[in-house]
């Protein structure tokens, strides 16, 4: 993709000159998908969302990918295809979801992903026939949050995913988290630190700012992943119908950590009866950590949010001491 910078006022923008076909290490046509997708057939169907539907396919290589369908009837399918590509296909990090061609027709638009054979994080929180432990759930955690770290500061101008959750966080062969589903992100404009959108994201996961005025900045990322975290190490979703009333996850954390009862709200699989007393401490002192590290993203002022640059070093930091209790 060739992207020509040009002024705007007093901003520099991003214009791209020829958006499709992308310059991607390989093309592939429409029929190559329908017949490596079984015709797009149920029995390859991965998930759907609002503006795509996702199947498991296998290229005439050989390679198994993923392929993103995008639903053109719907009001926003088109853009979110351009998004996608335009986000993907200039962005590289190992906790990047990473694009390997698209198809572009008038009437088919589509996407070919690396495919991720440990499917979602939400699916193994919520799956009855997988598990993660502590140190697993803390490395989906760093990964997740370098890869934020990298789109908010790493990249030529900030981009704001504004839609991260459990299930747009896919999990390799080694179980290496990378960050999906780039379809509403939003590239900031040089000098600024917010920008305005129409675009919701998902209900319980989306910055107060953004679902009531629109505002998007990197620090609404830093609040999804604040509530992301509490629900990875809780397995209480923001939406859980115990939620339903006065109470909300955050408030059910913080007032958990005032009367030192965390193991209360924790997931029951994370502190194993067979931990002797100090490992069980131990551990205990570290989710606490992270729970209120949790809190501290998701704060309901964007100001006195943390950056997610300092969110990675006390990760790592609270990860070196679980390693000592779980040697």
């Known amino acids: 993709m060739l992207i020509l910078w040009r002024k705007r006022g007093n901003a520099i923008v991003a214009t791209n000159t020829a958006l499709v076909p992308l310059l991607l290490c390989r093309r592939v046509s429409y029929l190559e998908l329908l017949r490596g997708t079984n015709g797009f ?107 934020l770290e990298y789109l908010h500061h790493g990249y030529q101008l900030p981009i704001v995913h504004c839609d991260l959750k459990p299930s747009n966080i896919l999990l390799n062969d080694d179980m290496v988290a990378r960050v999906a589903d780039f379809g509403i992100a939003k590239l900031l404009g040089g000098g600024d630190s917010v920008t305005q959108t129409l675009t919701l994201a998902t209900i319980g996961y989306m910055a107060p700012e953004y679902g009531v005025e629109g505002i998007v900045s990197t620090r609404g ?14 397995k209480r979703k923001p939406t859980d119908e115990m939620f339903a009333g006065e109470i909300n996850l955050k408030e059910w954390i913080a007032n958990s950590l005032l009367e030192d009862g965390i193991t209360e709200v924790l997931d029951v699989t994370l502190l194993g009866i067979e931990d002797d007393g100090d490992k069980f401490v131990v551990k205990r002192n570290c989710l606490s950590s992270l729970m209120r590290l949790a809190l501290a993203c998701s704060a309901e002022s964007p100001q006195e949010r943390m950056n997610i640059q300092d969110v990675v070093v006390t990760l790592n930091k609270i990860k070196i001491k679980l390693l000592k209790a779980v040697a």
Not at 56 to 84: H, M, Y
Not at 221 to 234: A, L, R
């Open 41 to 147: 057939s149920a029995n390859n169907l991965l998930g759907t969302g609002g503006f795509s539907t996702v199947y498991r396919g296998t290229l005439s290589d050989g390679i198994d990918v993923a392929v993103k369908v995008f639903n053109l009837q719907v009001e926003g399918g088109f853009k979110s295809f351009d998004k996608e590509c335009e986000m993907l296909s200039n962005t590289r990090h190992r906790n990047l979801l990473k694009i390997i061609s698209c198809c572009s027709q008038i009437d088919f638009k589509a996407v070919v992903l690396e495919y991720m054979p440990n499917g979602s994080l939400e699916k193994w929180l919520y799956s009855s026939t997988c598990s993660l432990n502590v140190l697993e759930r803390l490395n989906i955690m760093i990964h997740v949050a370098s890869a």
């Open 221 to 234: 990322d830093v609040y999804s992943f604040g509530i992301v975290m509490m629900e990875t190490f809780t």
